[in-house]
């Protein structure tokens, strides 16, 4: 059983930049690929980034290619999103989610575990 709980999240204005944190619990966390999603007011649920168990494969949505970085930690057992530049429509509840096994995927149905959610508000 895995726990996932990220910190990070708040208001900033556009241009601003905000730093995600994901805390795992579990023994075996360097055996988890990990992603970030974001799921705003009325639009389904998207993946943001995600990062193989090594941290030496990573993906990143169009939209946040450039500005936004997923590293993870695995002694601390703590994967992160660094989002730079941030615009309005970056504004959503930001989720970490978990898979066991090395590679990561794009689609969150492949994942196993869900932390509770940090709210991002981006204003203009």
């Known amino acids: 059983q895995v726990q996932l709980v990220e910190s990070g999240g708040g208001l900033v204005q556009a241009g601003g930049s905000l730093r995600l944190s994901c805390a795992a619990s579990?023994?075996?966390?360097?055996?988890?690929?990990k992603g970030w999603f974001r799921q705003a007011p009325g639009k389904e649920r998207e993946v943001v980034a995600a990062?193989?168990?090594?941290?030496?494969?990573?993906y990143y949505a169009e939209s946040v290619k450039g500005r936004f970085t997923i590293s993870r930690d695995n002694a601390k057992k703590t994967v992160y999103l660094q989002m730079n530049s941030l615009r309005p429509e970056d504004t959503a509840v930001y989720y970490c989610a978990a898979r066991l096994g090395r590679a990561f995927y794009t689609q969150g149905g492949q994942y196993d575990y869900w932390g509770q959610g940090t709210q991002v508000t981006v204003s203009s």
């Open positions: 990062i193989n168990w090594s941290g030496g494969s990573t």
């Open positions: 579990g023994r075996t966390f360097s055996s988890y690929a």
